[in-house]
């Protein structure tokens, strides 16, 4: 059933022409539509490249102009797009992107067209009729409101088929009645599905010959040409009925002339398909980010209180804060010994300074590495024995490793964070992006405690801005997730409102509220606090205690400070303010960015480097899963030896090796003049190790345990840009 929706889509595309001949024409305006029309000439000529290509452009400009309409035309040529190319959740979130604009624009013919759209690629292309037949409902509605009585027809046929094709021909019947008393729109197509329509629901009846007639009617059109889909269906609802009535020679003719049109049909895409040829389109990485986040939410929050890996947890903890206990007497005593040389204590206090960084980051790599291998393996048993994927204890175990490095990044960061090593950095984001991510990434806990979450953000604030997104992010992930935590069958509500304007400079005023528990006047202070959580119960295992601890020192590193208002019983609300910068041309630079991601299916050979065995298995197998070749050595003398022999296209080295570690293994790699990219592959913290890396002659650094995607996309990076330039 392939092709049905195309039957809908060139109407509906020639609907949409007319409404772009029908925009405004001063300059800019006028260059826009061009371009638009442009993209939607290439794309029914089938050159999806370039028309994604063109599209793009087009929304650069529209953006830019803020023409709401015409960045949703884009869109929806995006869209449309990715639904030729078969990538069917792609066009959905392009079309749905398009929907957004077109309403903000308020163009109801257009947001009715995005109805149909979505309506067709939910029932036809991802069989999800439910949602599809919302969508339709939508259109049918909006169409009587503007009294578009095309669309209305058209969505009256979708209704009846859909319907019909679920089963529900009671439901689909009142559709199907409003097509027959409506003939006007006689073409063939529409007498072929309509005819069709009264077959399958004549058969459903019992009413045998009527339906015959009907079919008949269906499939003895007179231009009765090969390139009809729609006649396609007709033969094959035909042959499903003559083999109920038991006419089976008759069926099986029927099903001939159904195969042959679809062959016919099928040739022609192919045709149209092999202008696409080695076009390879990645998911865009922010759907890539919540596909990721998707994948993981199966896995979090298990009933953690009955695995006895929390005991393991515990003591880990405690022994990282025994040795913190133990350094820091150690540090107290080394101090007084010498407090008597005023010079020499400076010089020890920023020794122990050094001591203590380098133990913290010491303690993180040692308990990274084989946190390494705990989640590669659990991840791989996962996958290789699908019998285990409803196992508690296992995924116990992927959380609780997940949940300790989490531990460790923390207490990372905020040692960091106190040794003022935090910088924050500009990059241009999309706030509703960001925050409707957040959203979805905290969806299953949402779901735990039955809560709501609800996102208001002010239209007035630009739709890009620049700063910290990172932090910005992990901020409200925090208190989502502790709203979340508290809060049962209630609501919490995201509220971003834009407080000022100065200059460039755009306040926006961020509350995270809920009507959970509550907190009581005698802990608000206290809960800022590293590990204070109040109230807490030992078989309710919720966190670390170290959430809003960061929370205020990461506010603390944007200058500001957070509010809490809080009763008990009645909920939490925290409130914060963060400056924002938002510039037009830096926008520019990252619209250009949502480009299509051109990768190639080529095969490269990687070489790892890597001492554990354990993480040589988890390395090699995830490489291996995407169908690169890949060798292992065990150190970086045997490395110095494959490199002279064999070829590869990327070096994945481990940094703590012994005998020769990973950055002089690089610098006598680079000595012998070999300029293979090398990408350190280590569970050290990036910070500490990027000078080093980069004078050595390293290409990138990638931290264990690190997202498969994440790793494909630097090695395809690096491997590309090695080939450019060589
Ligand atoms: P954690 O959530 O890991 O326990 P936090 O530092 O994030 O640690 O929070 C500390 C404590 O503050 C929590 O244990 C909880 O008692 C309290 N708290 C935080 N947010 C809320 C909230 N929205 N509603 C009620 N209590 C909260």
């Not at 058209?154 to 094709?165: E, G, H, I, K, Q």
């Not at 109230?535 to 295992?541: A, I």
Request: net charge neutral; glycine share 4%; hydrophobic share 40%.
């Amino acid at each position: 059933m392939i092709f049905r929706s195309r039957f809908f889509l060139s109407w509906l595309f020639l609907n949409f022409l007319s409404f772009a001949l029908s925009a405004q024409s001063n300059l800019p305006t006028a260059k826009i539509d061009k371009l638009i029309l442009e993209a939607l000439s290439d794309f029914r000529e089938a050159n999806f490249e370039k028309s994604l290509i063109v599209s793009r452009a087009a929304l650069n400009h529209s953006t830019i102009a803020k023409n709401d309409y015409f960045i949703s035309r884009s869109y929806n040529i995006i869209g449309a797009n990715y639904n030729e190319l078969g990538e069917i959740d792609k066009a959905i979130f392009f079309y749905k992107k398009s929907l957004a604009y077109a309403k903000k624009a308020k163009n109801d013919s257009f947001i009715n067209m995005l109805y149909n759209n979505l309506g067709n690629i939910y029932c036809f292309e991802k069989k999800q009729y439910k949602v599809g037949i919302d969508y339709y409902k939508r259109s049918l509605q909006l169409s009587s409101e503007i009294k578009d009585s095309t669309q209305i027809y058209f969505t009256n046929v979708n209704l009846a088929w859909s319907y019909f094709d679920i089963g529900e021909f009671n439901k689909g019947y009142a559709y199907l009645n409003f097509v027959n008393n409506n003939k006007k729109f006689g073409d063939d197509d529409t007498v072929i599905v309509s005819n069709m329509l009264n077959g399958m629901y004549s058969s459903y009846k019992g009413n045998n010959d009527k339906a015959n007639e009907y079919f008949q009617r269906a499939i003895n059109i007179k231009d009765n040409s090969l390139e009809r889909p729609d006649l396609s269906y007709a033969h094959l609802e035909y042959s499903k009925f003559l083999a109920k009535i038991g006419k089976h020679n008759e069926a099986y003719a029927n099903l001939l002339a159904y195969n042959r049109i679809t062959q016919q049909i099928y040739n022609d895409e192919k045709l149209k398909k092999a202008s696409v040829a080695g076009l390879n389109l990645e998911l865009d990485e922010y759907k890539r980010q919540i596909d990721k986040i998707e994948d993981e939410k199966d896995s979090q929050y298990q009933s953690l209180k009955k695995s006895r890996i929390i005991v393991v947890l515990f003591v880990i903890t405690s022994f990282i804060l025994l040795l913190f206990i133990i350094t820091l007497i150690k540090n107290i005593r080394f101090k007084k010994k010498h407090n008597l040389e005023l010079l020499k204590a400076k010089e020890i206090a920023e020794e122990a300074s050094l001591l203590k960084t380098q133990f913290i980051s010491t303690i993180s790599h040692e308990l990274r590495t084989p946190l390494y291998g705990v989640v590669g393996i659990t991840n791989m048993l996962l996958e290789e024995h699908k019998e285990l994927s409803t196992s508690q204890h296992l995924s116990s175990l992927k959380f609780s490793a997940r949940y300790l490095l989490s531990l460790v990044n923390d207490l990372l960061q905020i040692n960091k964070i106190e040794e003022n090593k935090v910088v924050l950095e500009t990059l241009t984001f999309n706030i509703s992006d960001e925050v409707s991510m957040i959203k979805n990434s905290l969806s299953f806990l949402s779901q735990k405690n039955n809560n709501k979450i609800s996102i208001r953000i002010d239209p007035e604030i630009p739709e890009y801005l620049i700063g910290d997104k990172l932090r910005l992010a992990q901020i409200l992930m925090n208190l989502v997730s502790n709203a979340l935590k508290f809060t049962n069958d209630g609501e919490v509500e995201i509220i971003i409102n834009l407080s000022k304007v100065e200059g460039k400079f755009y306040f926006l005023e961020f509350q995270i509220k809920d009507n959970g528990v509550g907190i009581a006047v005698v802990d608000q202070a206290k809960i800022f606090e590293k590990f204070v959580q109040v109230g807490r119960k030992d078989e309710d295992y919720q966190g670390t205690g170290l959430g809003l601890s960061i929370v205020k020192r990461l506010l603390g590193l944007f200058n500001t400070s957070i509010i809490l208002q809080s009763n008990i019983g009645e909920g939490t609300s925290f409130t914060f303010t963060i400056p924002f910068e938002s510039d037009p041309v830096k926008t520019k630079q990252i619209i250009d960015e949502i480009q299509v991601d051109l990768t190639s299916d080529e095969v490269f050979k990687i070489l790892i480097v890597e001492d554990n065995v354990i993480n040589q298995l988890v390395t090699k197998k995830i490489i291996e899963k995407n169908n690169y070749i890949c060798k292992v050595v065990d150190d970086g003398f045997r490395a110095l030896q494959i490199l002279d022999n064999e070829y590869f296209d990327l070096i994945l080295m481990d940094i703590n090796m012994p005998v020769m570690n990973g950055f002089e293994t690089t610098k006598r790699i680079r000595q012998l003049g070999i300029k293979t990219p090398i990408v350190a592959l280590t569970a050290f913290d990036k910070d500490e190790i990027t000078d080093e890396a980069i004078s050595s002659g390293m290409n990138d650094i990638i931290i264990k345990p690190f997202e498969p995607v994440k790793l494909f996309k630097i090695i395809n990076y690096l491997i590309s840009e090695t080939k450019n330039v060589g």
